[in-house]
């Protein structure tokens, strides 16, 4: 192992990204102190991918046990950052790491912002993809279902929700509503083929020839578009027949919740679009008619945005914090991940941004894997121009930011606690025969660690 650097990096998070960076600090000699939000690390893929897929989940977990085993790396779950966090990020700087890092992902929710969205049964995907995955405390929230659930968007998180819907809801009926046709579809066949047995040919046809009128002029083949959405509707569906039927309703914009007196949803008011050509691209036109979509449920599946609280300015739309808008002519690939005050117009010195804290809702654990080894390299180019610290001034730091967070965060989960949780749940699920098993709140994660550590001590005094 290269020595010391001499340098502490704090890592605002711990998902893909953060633990991909992490690594390659660690690599460089750097200490680096991670503060999750989250007890257990991964983010998303812990919290996110969809439940059937274990071999991709297990297969990271042992990448990240990996990197969490550097002796370089300590690692403090339970910890948020931010304005409602156990510590603010300005409050980090005063504390002063050699360089802070946020790879925290897109933890706002993106909303159309259309009347009656706020009202009940209507959920945001990342918020039920958390409560599947057991996240607390969406593991806790109720999220009931009517009979038929519109899903707005048409991308891989669009196949995970019409999977839950289908496999675990058991819902009677899906319906896919995308603002353009079905040639933009943004799902990767992969995603929907588990499920593809259950979409409904007979309403995909007569969808087809609704909008074949509009779409034809264009050029996109209706007949090679019901093959290809068809495709793989013959494979039988791992999870069971279910009684679920998914359809489709393309060039439609949401435009109002329609909801009774009692305020109960009775359907979904659509604008019907056109697509016309903008900047090389096929572009959603309204055309001004609407229609009421008979739905009784709506789940957005439209992307996420940055958090607000954490103390980093998000660009306009959400879609990541900040960053240089003034490149360095030497290094202009760092400008990229530098942070930026746009209000001061300067550089937040020393604080950079990662993954989905860049580029929210920005492809898969690869893609956040590259971004946060660039990003690191950008780090260790900044702490090669900077003085270093003693290793007692490093140990003073983490000491220094371990007590202000034990102020707020009760109690932080570290490495040796996270890994005693681990072999505990693990353990259960052998026990009870499953591929895995989660704790659905912090309150028992804490207490099955803290029981296991004092039946160890009882046993060793
Ligand atoms: C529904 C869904 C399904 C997906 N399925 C797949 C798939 O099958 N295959 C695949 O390769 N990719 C999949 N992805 C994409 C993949 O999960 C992301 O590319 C990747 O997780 C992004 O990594 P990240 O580290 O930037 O963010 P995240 O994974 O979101 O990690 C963010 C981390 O920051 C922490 N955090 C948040 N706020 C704070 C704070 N204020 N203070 C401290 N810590 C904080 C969180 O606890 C978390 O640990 C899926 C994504 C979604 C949404």
């Known amino acids: 192992m290269q020595g010391s650097s001499g340098h502490l990096v704090v890592v605002v998070g711990a998902g893909p990204a953060a633990l991909y960076a992490t690594g ?19 983010g998303l893929a812990e919290y996110g991918i969809y439940l059937s897929k274990h071999k991709m989940k297990e297969g990271l977990r042992k990448q990240f046990r990996q990197i969490l085993a550097s002796p370089r790396v300590i690692y403090f779950g339970g910890v948020q950052v931010g304005d409602a966090g156990a510590i603010r990020l300005s409050e980090l700087q005063d504390l002063k790491p050699s360089a802070i890092v946020v790879g925290a992902g897109a933890q706002g929710t993106k909303s159309l912002g259309v009347p009656g969205d706020d009202g009940s049964h209507v959920y945001h995907a990342k918020d039920l993809v958390y409560h599947y995955n057991l996240l607390p405390p969406f593991s806790r929230k109720e999220f009931p279902m009517g009979n038929r659930v519109a899903v707005i968007g048409i991308g891989n998180v669009m196949a995970d929700i019409a999977n839950y819907l289908v496999t675990i809801r058991k819902v009677p009926e899906v319906l896919v509503v995308a603002r353009r046709g079905p040639v933009e579809r943004k799902y990767d066949d992969r995603e929907m083929r588990p499920i593809a047995w259950h979409i409904d040919k007979e ?16 050029g996109q083949d209706m007949d090679v578009q019901f093959k290809e959405l068809t495709k793989d509707s013959h494979v039988e569906p791992k999870a069971g027949r279910g009684p679920t039927k998914i359809k489709f309703r393309f060039l439609a914009s949401p435009k109002r919740i329609v909801r009774d007196e009692t305020g109960r949803m009775v359907g979904m008011e659509v604008e019907e679009n056109t697509l016309e050509e903008r900047r090389g691209q096929l572009s959603a036109k309204g055309l001004g008619e609407t229609t009421i979509l008979p739905v009784d449920t709506v789940v957005f599946a439209i992307g996420d945005v940055v958090d607000l609280d954490l103390g980093l300015t998000p660009v306009k739309g959400g879609w990541g914090y900040t960053t240089n808008p003034n490149p360095d002519p030497q290094d202009a690939a760092a400008a990229g991940y530098q942070a930026y005050d746009p209000q001061a117009e300067q550089l937040l010195d020393g604080v950079f941004v990662i993954g989905w804290s860049r580029n929210a809702s920005d492809g898969v654990v690869g893609k956040a894997r590259l971004d946060g080894e660039k990003g690191a390299a950008v780090v260790s180019r900044y702490l090669s121009q900077r003085p270093g610290l003693s290793r007692r001034e490093i140990y003073h730091r983490i000491g220094s930011i371990y007590r202000r967070v034990c102020e707020k965060a009760a109690p932080v989960v570290h490495k040796g606690l996270w890994r005693i949780l681990e072999r505990i749940e693990r353990e259960e699920a052998g026990k009870r025969g499953l591929e895995e098993f989660k704790f659905a709140t912090n309150e028992e994660m804490v207490q099955s660690i803290q029981e296991t550590v004092k039946t160890r001590s009882d046993r060793a005094g």
């Open 203 to 218: 309403a995909l046809q007569a969808e087809l020839e609704r909008v074949r009128p509009r779409l034809e002029p264009l």
């Open 24 to 42: 390659k600090l660690a690599e460089k000699g750097h200490t680096v102190l991670l503060l999750n939000r989250d007890i257990k690390p991964g």
